[in-house]
C-alpha cells in the first residue's frame, strides 16, 4: 500500500528521502502535505514512507508501540540524506539520533501542535516535544503564517507553504433542481461548530426551499441540528469525496476564532470546495483571508443576521451563486494551492538543503 515504506524510485543518484507520517491516505494532512504531492516529485528523488498510523498497536499498548517505532524510525532513516518528519513531535534526543544516522531533519506540521482544542485537556508533554522537534530540525515547514511565528522561536529556517488540493478539470454543475443543498464536511468532532450558527441556520431551512447535507466518518454524527428534518447526512470516504462536494450548491464552515482554528494549515476543506467551484460561507478566521478574497471568492459572515444575508443571498440568487462559485475556483488558482504548485515548492526546499 502507498503509505507503508514504498520505494519510488532506485536510481543511486537520487536524493533519497524518508517520509515519517502521522498518517496514511484517509488522514488528510497526510494525503494533502505529502502523499500526494510526492507523486509530482522529479526523478532525482527516491522516495520510501513510514507511517505511524500503519504500525500503531492497540493490543502492545501507546508506550510500547512508541517505543518499537522508534526504533522503526531509527532503522528507516539509515543513509537517507533527508528524513521528512510530518506532523509528530519527537523528543529531542530522538530527533538528533535521527540525524546521527542520516542528513538533514526536516520538521512538517500543519496543526496548533502546542495548544489543544476546547474539547481536549491541555497536552504539555506534546508542546515540549514540539519544541524540541523544531529546535533539532534542519528546516520547519508549517501551514499558515501563525505556526511558522511560532516556529521561528525556536529555529531560524521556517517555510510557510499552506496546505494544497488536487486540481480538478471539471468543477461542480449547480443543481438543476428548486432545492438548494447547503453542505458541511469534516471530522466529527468539529460539527459541534454547527452550534455557532444555528440560529440563523434554522430560520435559513425553514424559510426557503433547501436542505443541509452533513458528510462526515461518523454515523450517528452528533450535530446541534441532529433530529432536523432538513438534514441529512453522508457517510465521508475518499473515494466519494468529490462527488459529495459536488453534490453541495452552498459550502458552510462556522468556527471559533480560537487558537487552535487560527492554527490550521490550510482549512483544506473550505479550499477543496472552492476548487470544485462551490461557493464559500465561512467564519472571519484571519489565516483564512491571506489566502482568499474576502466579499469576492468567500463570503465571510460572523453575527446571526450576516450569516442569514449571506445565505438568502446564494439561494436566492442563482446567478449569484454560480459567479460565487466560478470565483472561488479562480482564487485556489490565482493564489497556486494546487498540488502541483505544492509539490514545486517543496521540491525547491529540499534540493536547496541536499546542496547547502
Known amino acids: 500500500m502507498l503509505w507503508e515504506s514504498v520505494s519510488m524510485s532506485k536510481d543511486i543518484d537520487n536524493i533519497s528521502i524518508g517520509f515519517i507520517l502521522v498518517g496514511d491516505e484517509t488522514t488528510a494532512s497526510t494525503r494533502h502535505r505529502i502523499l500526494e504531492p510526492t507523486k509530482y516529485f522529479g526523478d532525482k528523488f527516491e522516495i520510501e514512507f513510514l507511517s505511524f498510523r500503519a504500525h500503531r498497536s492497540d493490543f502492545l499498548g501507546r508506550s510500547l508501540s512508541n517505543i518499537i517505532f522508534s526504533i522503526k524510525m531509527v532503522l528507516f532513516s539509515f543513509n537517507k540524506d533527508i528524513i521528512y518528519v510530518q506532523k509528530i513531535p519527537l523528543p529531542g534526543y530522538l530527533v538528533k539520533t535521527l540525524s546521527l544516522v542520516c542528513g538533514e531533519i526536516v520538521f512538517d506540521f500543519d496543526d496548533a501542535l502546542y495548544t489543544s482544542p476546547e474539547w481536549e485537556d491541555d497536552r504539555p508533554s506534546r508542546r515540549s516535544r514540539l519544541k524540541q522537534s523544531i529546535d533539532a530540525s534542519s528546516i520547519v515547514i508549517t501551514g499558515n503564517p501563525n505556526l511558522s511565528n511560532f516556529a521561528r522561536q525556536y529555529n531560524d529556517h521556517v517555510y510557510t507553504i499552506p496546505t494544497s488540493v488536487p486540481k480538478e478539470e471539471q468543477v461542480a454543475v449547480q443543481n438543476s433542481s428548486t432545492q438548494v443543498t447547503i453542505g458541511w464536511i469534516g471530522g466529527p468532532g468539529n460539527l459541534r461548530y454547527l452550534e455557532l450558527i444555528k440560529e440563523p441556520l434554522e430560520s435559513i431551512l425553514e424559510d426557503f426551499d433547501c436542505e443541509l447535507k452533513i458528510v462526515t466518518g461518523e454515523e450517528p454524527p452528533v450535530t446541534p441540528l441532529k433530529n432536523h428534518q432538513k438534514v441529512r447526512y453522508a457517510t465521508w470516504s475518499l473515494q466519494d469525496e468529490q462527488e459529495l462536494i459536488k453534490s453541495f450548491d452552498i459550502m458552510i464552515r462556522p468556527m471559533p476564532d480560537t487558537e487552535w482554528i487560527n492554527g490550521k494549515g490550510g482549512y483544506t476543506s473550505v479550499i477543496r470546495c ?83
Not at 464559500?280 to 465571510?300: M, N, W
Not at 446567478?319 to 490565482?334: I, M, N, Y
Request: glycine share 4%; net charge negative; aromatic share 8%.
Open 274 to 356: 472552492m476548487s470544485l467551484g462551490v461557493p464559500v460561507v465561512a467564519s472571519p478566521i484571519e489565516p483564512l483571508s491571506e489566502i482568499t478574497s474576502p466579499g469576492k471568492s468567500i463570503l465571510f459572515s460572523e453575527t446571526p443576521n450576516e450569516w442569514y444575508d449571506a445565505l438568502e443571498r446564494l439561494i436566492c440568487d442563482d446567478d449569484f451563486r454560480k459567479q460565487s462559485g466560478l470565483k472561488a475556483r479562480h482564487e485556489v488558482d490565482t493564489q497556486g494551492l494546487w498540488t502541483e504548485d505544492y509539490a514545486r515548492e517543496i521540491q525547491e526546499i529540499l534540493e536547496c538543503l541536499h546542496t547547502q
